[in-house]
Structure formats: structure tokens, C-alpha cells
């Protein structure tokens, strides 16, 4: 892949836009989604997203003003983002799986008053936001204390004029884990879009007008919004999406009835649905499956290209880059590997010092590339160690082989990633720890049917080694007091941990053993 010229937006630029265009260029009647709830055209979309735009005015939501949006994938999604952004304020989605204290931290952060959530959650979230002066907005049917999306939406007039935003004004944020701490708000501009959608969409994947896209993971995450709403409505493609919890059956069922032709994905559901009985006839009308979130094992690649014909285009993206900088290309794929660098994108890797490394090289990964993120909101010395000139410091140990083939090593912290999602070991080791059989506990990332899992290694009080009905009350206490995906698929029980002259536990020795 040769570099190209960086992507340049109008100076006056709105993302919502990519909806304008696909009605001039005459596809107002063309399917731009397809929902559990229902199907949009272009030309209903963009009436949708204009009734939201001007819902949330309505609502006094003001220029760069923020709303938040714990929405599932639907129609509701496309339509709240777009419209907010439309209006020229900031649509701020966050996942309807995440903890009560993170939604009180993305609201006191955000200084969001409006929230627009599936009604589900309002419940909960009312809850959690108790004390603060919202307005909450139900999507997929009422619920108590909220406006209904659907007959506001009604009342609305179906024409907004796009905001006369600048390409370097705020557009949205995504809320990423990082390393440590609280969720750090990334703040991405309206021409962002752009530039993920003409260097990787359109040079890497060649996304065209007649493709149906469909990704597993969900749009509240970059690789999701990404691969289900920006890629296909740049092209004029249609999207699928599909609400709920991506298990193997749901998604093979999609793929029966709505038959894509792109599919993203992450490897541990590659590796799930390489093992389900009679699935190949789901994969008939796919002609490219990309894999990101996590590295994809050689062992999961071939498995699923034996079993369905296809081989995974795998690639390294980042919430702060907004998508995938370093790729594979398709038939071109080089197993076990990130390929190279996206046109658009430049990487080096640095030594401890910062020192840039030439030729074959491992060290710590670094990217620049015009979509990457503005700043962190309220993080000043994060950005500031993090985003050093047009360079960001990706936080990932690479390897770089003498033909300029990118392969991931691991993390350069102890965080984990899992199915895609930032994963933090001590949260789930201050869960299990208040077990009353706990003594002590270590957590740490392990290979498990050549997939990332999280194993803890638990010290008994009564010393018994074994004992499988407690580990899976040490699974439901995390799940009851994390996010629902934050448990350890692996749990062992140890005399003792490994630990340093100050007590705390040494993790890389547990790393050592935990695919064992």
C-alpha cells in the first residue's frame, strides 16, 4: 500500500453531509439500513435525522453542546447521531452494558442534558443520574420519566439545514478506557469521517455502492461506527444492524437473511462461529471478513478459511485514530501479522527514550494520520503524553520485519483487551477479593483456544485447590458488580501469588503460566 495526500474537508464541513450526497446522487429510494425495528431508505433517513436535529433544539441543546446516547443498534443510533451532529452539537455514544458510575462520570464530564437511551435503560440510568437535571429520551418504546422518541420524532419538522460547522470543529466523542482511570472522552472532528472513509474504507477494503455491510461489534465503539454507519453511507451501501448481544446464532441468522457482503468482527467470535455445526451456507454472500479490537491468531485464520473459504483481512485501529491504520490486504493477507501501514498513515516504532527505530525492529508503536483525535476532554497531561505533535503513542509493543510487515507483541501496560473492549484487571480482582472465601487474587490475560481470556488466580481462605461452584459465584459477582464482560473465563486456585518486596503482585509471572 503507497501513501496518498491527507484527505482535506471544506473548510465549512458537516459530517451529516454523507447523507446530503447520497440524495443527489440519486439514491434517496435506496436502502440505507436495515434494523431489528425496521428498515430506512437514504431519503427516509436523512428526514429522520433531521427531525432529531431539530428535536434536540427544541430541547434548548445548543451548539457544541453534548448529548449523550446509550442506544443499542437500531434505527434510533443513525438517526440520533447524525441529527445531533446535523444541528452542530456533539452526539457522545456510550454502551447500554456499562457501569452506573461511569454514566454519572460521562454525564459530570460531558455536561450533557440531554440523554437519549433505549428504553431499557432508563430505568437504570434514571437511577444512576439521580440528582442531576436531565432530560431523558426513550428510543424502542416508552418508559417512565422519558419523552418517546418515536412521537416527538413525529412532531418534527423533516428538513434541517446542515450546521455551517468548521472541518475542525468538535463532531463527536467516544469514551475510551485507555490505559488507566476513568473513561477519557476522545474528541473527533466533523472531517474525521472523511478521512477513514477514503483511506482505509476506500483504499484498503475498495467499500463499494453496491455492498451490504454488517459488523458484530456495535456502533458505540470507533471499529463499529466505522465498519456500520460512516463506511457504508460514504458509499452509498447498505448497512445491517443488529440489536443485542453478538452470539454465534444471532449472527448467523443475520447472515442468512440479510446476506452482506462485508463482515466485521473480532477474533474471538471468528473463532466462535468457525465451531458451530452446518454454518457455511450463512457465508454464501460475503466477500470479505475483517477482523480488528485484538490480534487474530494464525490458528483462528486458518480455521475459519478451511471451514467457510474466506480468509480475514485483519488490522490495527485505535478509538483516537477512529479506525484501522495497519492492515492486511486482501488476497495478500499475511497470517499472524497487521500487515501495513493504511495509505494516509505513517507509522514508526520508538525505544523506551522515543528514539524512532529503523528497519527490523520491536518497540513501542506509533501512529499519525489525519483522523486522529483532537484531544482528550479534561485530560490535558494525558494528551499531552499521549499525542506528541502529530504523533500518537498507540500504547501497543510492535514488531516490524525487514519487508515493513507489522506484528503485535502485546500491550506496553497491564490492560487487557477482550472481545475488543478495554478490560482492567483490577476491577475484577477488587470484585472477587469481596467473596468472603477470597484470601488474595491476581488477574491477568491468557491464551485459550488461541483466543484472549482473562484468568484469575485465587488464594482460598480454607485452602481447598479446587472447586468449580466457586468459581462460577466469582464470575457472577464480577458480572453483577463490572460491566457484564468483565469476568475471568479461567479461574485457578493458588497457594500463593508471586509478589514483589512491597507486596503488589507480579503480573508478568502470571502471564507466563496462563496459557498453560
Known amino acids: ?56 433544539r427544541a430541547l434548548g441543546v ?24 446535523r444541528l452542530g452539537a456533539v452526539p457522545v455514544p456510550v454502551s447500554p452494558l456499562d457501569k452506573a458510575d461511569n454514566f454519572r462520570h460521562f454525564v459530570d464530564d460531558s455536561y450533557a442534558r440531554v440523554v437519549v437511551a433505549d428504553a431499557g435503560c432508563v430505568p437504570m440510568l434514571r437511577d444512576a443520574l439521580d440528582g442531576r437535571e436531565l432530560t431523558f429520551v426513550s428510543a424502542r418504546g416508552p418508559a ?34 485507555g490505559s488507566t482511570g476513568r473513561p477519557k472522552g476522545v474528541v473527533h472532528l466533523h472531517h474525521d469521517i472523511e ?64 446476506r452482506p457482503t462485508i463482515f466485521f468482527s473480532v477474533p474471538a467470535l471468528y473463532g466462535a462461529l468457525s465451531r458451530v455445526a452446518d454454518a457455511e451456507d450463512a457465508f454464501a454472500s460475503v466477500r470479505m471478513c475483517v477482523s480488528a479490537a485484538e490480534a487474530l491468531s494464525p490458528t483462528i485464520f486458518d480455521r475459519f478459511a478451511d471451514r467457510f473459504g ?59 494520520g489525519d483522523s486522529c483525535a483532537a484531544f482528550y476532554w479534561h485530560q490535558h497531561e494525558k494528551t499531552k503524553a499521549s499525542m506528541k505533535g502529530d504523533w500518537f503513542t498507540t500504547g501497543d509493543r510492535y514488531r516490524r520485519t525487514a519487508d515493513g510487515v507489522y506484528i503485535y507483541e502485546g500491550r506496553v501496560d497491564d490492560m487487557l483487551k477482550i472481545g475488543g473492549l478495554w478490560v482492567s484487571p483490577v476491577d475484577m480482582e477488587n470484585a472477587i477479593m469481596e467473596h468472603p472465601l477470597v ?32 468459581a462460577e459465584e466469582l464470575r457472577a459477582l464480577c458480572k453483577e458488580r463490572l460491566r457484564r464482560y468483565e469476568y475471568p473465563h479461567v479461574v485457578r486456585f493458588v497457594a500463593d501469588l508471586p509478589r514483589t518486596v512491597n507486596g503488589k503482585v507480579q503480573r508478568f509471572r502470571l502471564r507466563e503460566t496462563a496459557g498453560a
Open 439 to 470: 484470601e488474595g487474587v491476581g488477574v491477568v490475560g491468557a491464551t485459550v483456544d488461541d483466543v484472549n481470556r482473562v484468568a484469575a488466580y485465587v488464594i482460598r481462605r480454607d485452602g481447598d485447590p479446587t472447586d468449580n461452584e466457586l
Open 1 to 56: 500500500m503507497s501513501a496518498v495526500n491527507t484527505v482535506v474537508a471544506p473548510e465549512r464541513f458537516n459530517a451529516s453531509l454523507l447523507l446530503d450526497r447520497n440524495i443527489e446522487q440519486g439514491r434517496a429510494g435506496k436502502a440505507a439500513v436495515h434494523a431489528v425495528d425496521r428498515s430506512l431508505t437514504y431519503g427516509e433517513l436523512l428526514a429522520q435525522a433531521s427531525r432529531a436535529g431539530n428535536l434536540l
Open 144 to 177: 417512565e420519566g422519558a419523552m418517546d422518541l418515536e412521537a416527538e420524532l413525529a412532531e418534527q419538522h423533516d428538513e434541517l439545514a446542515p450546521a455551517p460547522t468548521h472541518r475542525d470543529d468538535m463532531a463527536f466523542w467516544l469514551y475510551s478506557s
Open 195 to 258: 478521512v477513514t472513509c477514503e483511506t482505509y474504507a476506500r483504499q484498503v477494503l475498495g467499500v463499494r455502492e453496491d455492498d451490504v455491510t454488517f459488523s458484530t461489534t456495535k456502533l458505540q465503539h470507533a471499529y463499529g461506527l466505522g465498519n456500520n454507519l460512516t463506511f457504508p453511507f460514504h458509499f452509498g451501501a447498505t448497512a445491517v444492524l443488529n440489536a443485542g448481544p453478538p452470539k454465534p446464532d444471532a449472527i448467523l441468522s443475520v447472515l442468512r437473511s440479510r
Open 62 to 85: 445548543t451548539r457544541e453542546e453534548r448529548v449523550l446516547l446509550v442506544l443499542d443498534d437500531t434505527t434510533a443510533f443513525p438517526v440520533v447521531f447524525l441529527g445531533a451532529m
Open 310 to 368: 474466506l480468509e480475514i483481512v485483519d488490522g490495527i485501529g485505535s478509538t483516537e485514530m477512529l479506525h484501522i491504520f495497519c492492515s492486511n490486504v486482501p488476497g495478500a493477507v499475511v497470517r499472524g501479522s497487521t500487515g501495513r501501514p493504511v495509505p494516509g498513515y505513517e507509522l514508526r516504532i520508538v525505544d523506551e527514550d522515543g528514539r524512532a527505530l529503523d528497519g527490523e525492529a520491536v518497540g513501542h508503536l506509533e501512529v499519525r
